[in-house]
């Protein structure tokens, strides 16, 4: 554990805590589950940032001048 998150007043963002985590415990079965969360987890972040920007494009059209 770093000093600073001994210190911390703020909750650590959980995407810190899954980089971090020791995976030497963990079995193939359970690696293989944690990669098929995470491109889970890439594909869900990946169609927000397309809507986001769909979004933005349509709000951009609409102000053009």
Partial sequence: MDEEDFFSSRPQDPLTQVVKQD?????????QVRIETLKGEIARVEAHMAAASAHRSAADELFKK
């Fill in 23 to 31: 995976l030497g415990p963990l079995s193939q079965d359970e690696l």
